[in-house]
């Protein structure tokens, strides 16, 4: 049988790269002519208020335009960008600005392309099997043929963010929702795993220009990779990504399942791998974030480092949404802030679907709507304090943090939109770094 065909190529020149590892993976053999094209970026984030680091976060806007001039020369003209990123779904404005600023506009000037913003788009139900069913774009489903452009990165909950992984930006929030479920079968990973079923026939190129450790957003570390990888069967180009990477793909459960269910190895016997050998260009990039826990806490390494105590702050799980991840790293950021070197009295801090409270806590705070209908009348709770929203309103973290002792900065979360570009100081006049990539001139 013939195997699945990757290609590996190191990027030097923008548009020869480019050529390269789509010519060599055949990744044009089955688009047909006329073919209506959605090309989907990984924009996973956006925000207005400022300049964040982008690197290993977004797919280079350098990648988009010269598949644009790629696909505009194998004769296709209908040719349509579409993302639905993690801001809020009635914010157009958001959307509207990262196209604006990534030259999808100018594209769209330029070569005639078409870009959407998914939110404003209808969806449609599909029945993906197994009493999974999930909302689709509709224009992906309608298209003729799907180039899937993610970047080469590595996620706190899914070990790595690839070709499959990128489609959860083109289904509806409630399904985004649904896929972090708390069913320990049909997890996260479960549900990742049927994302690209029902896609048209796709070209996969992984934008590894640059790579993200602990992704998926603009506080994980940055590296120049200078890597492109691709092919037309979406799974072999995330199998060989996760190698690169540095993850054997029988780590990641949702490849696993992919694979069990297509019958295919996760040892890349059935992949040729043309160009670059992937043991040439591996670089172990770590995925998760670090815990500790002893009879003085729980919380991330770098906040027992810092000596605080009282606060047991669990590790997140699979079934925290999007949503409420974005608002995880701010109260760790606030609750460290706030220490004063006085231990705390055993304040609990519980999140995502699936977590119970321990006996013994003096005050549980229950972050998120799915917390709260969780745990609301559980008998270990003595004094309980919850943000019931879904997301949770900021304020509401706020007011019951204080209420528990942990006197927060309260501007940290009212120019939460600010966060992002704190992180850019770590990048600042290295060459490696440019954002340039990010706009089309
Ligand atoms: S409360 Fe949080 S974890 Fe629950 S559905 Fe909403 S965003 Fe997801």
Redesign the pocket.
């Known amino acids: 049988m013939a195997k699945n065909v990757v290609s590996v190529v190191r990027y030097e020149e923008p548009y020869q790269s480019l050529k390269k590892v789509v010519f060599e993976c055949g990744g044009f053999d089955h688009l047909p002519s006329k073919a209506r094209v959605f090309i989907k970026p990984n924009i996973v984030f956006w925000t207005r208020a400022c300049t964040f680091p982008k690197w290993g976060v977004i797919t280079t806007s350098r990648v988009i335009e010269n598949m644009v001039i790629l696909l505009k020369e194998h004769g296709i003209e209908d040719i349509t960008i579409g993302e639905g990123m993690a801001v809020d779904p009635e914010d157009t404005k958001t959307p509207a600005h990262a196209f604006e600023y990534l030259g999808y506009k100018k594209l769209k000037e330029l070569y005639g392309v078409k870009y959407i913003n998914i939110m404003e788009r209808p969806f449609r139900k599909v029945d993906l099997g197994d009493g999974i069913s999930l909302k689709y774009n509709q224009d992906i489903l309608e298209s003729d043929f799907l180039v899937d452009i993610p970047v080469l990165k590595t996620q706190n909950q899914t070990v790595v963010s690839l070709g499959i992984k990128n489609l959860k930006g083109v289904i509806d929030i409630a399904s985004r929702?649904k896929c972090?479920n708390a069913d320990s079968q049909k997890d996260l990973h479960f549900h990742i795993s049927k994302i690209s079923d029902p896609m048209p026939p796709s070209l996969t190129v992984i934008d590894g220009i640059f790579s993200l450790e602990r992704g998926p957003g603009f506080d994980g570390r940055m590296k120049r990779s200078n890597l492109l990888v691709a092919s037309s069967d979406m799974l072999s180009a995330d199998l060989v990504g996760s190698r690169i990477l540095g993850h054997d793909p029988s780590t990641v459960g949702y490849l696993v399942h992919t694979a069990n269910r297509r019958g295919r190895p996760l040892d890349l016997s059935d992949i040729e791998v043309i160009g670059e050998e992937i043991e040439n260009v591996t670089s172990y990039h770590e995925y998760d974030f670090d815990y500790l826990k002893n009879e003085s806490g729980e919380m991330p390494k770098a906040l027992a480092k810092q000596g605080l105590k009282g606060i047991y702050y669990r590790k997140y799980d699979a079934?925290?949404?999007?949503?409420?991840s974005a608002l995880n790293g701010l109260i760790l950021t606030a609750i460290r802030q706030a220490w004063q070197g006085e231990p705390w009295d055993n304040i609990e801090v519980l999140?995502?679907?699936a977590m119970e409270p321990s006996p013994g806590m003096k005050a549980t705070l229950l972050?998120?709507?799915?917390?709260y209908r969780k745990n609301k009348d559980h008998p270990d709770i003595q004094k309980m304090f919850a943000a019931k929203?879904?997301?949770?309103d900021p304020q509401d973290i706020v007011d019951f943090l204080n209420k528990a002792g942990i006197a927060v900065d309260s501007a940290l979360f009212s120019q939460v939109d600010q966060l992002p570009g704190f992180f850019m100081s770590r990048y600042e006049g290295n060459p490696d770094f440019d954002e340039s990539f990010f706009r089309i001139s």
């Open positions: 929702k972090h079934t925290m949404c999007t949503y409420c999140t995502g679907k972050i998120g709507q799915c917390m929203g879904c997301p949770p």
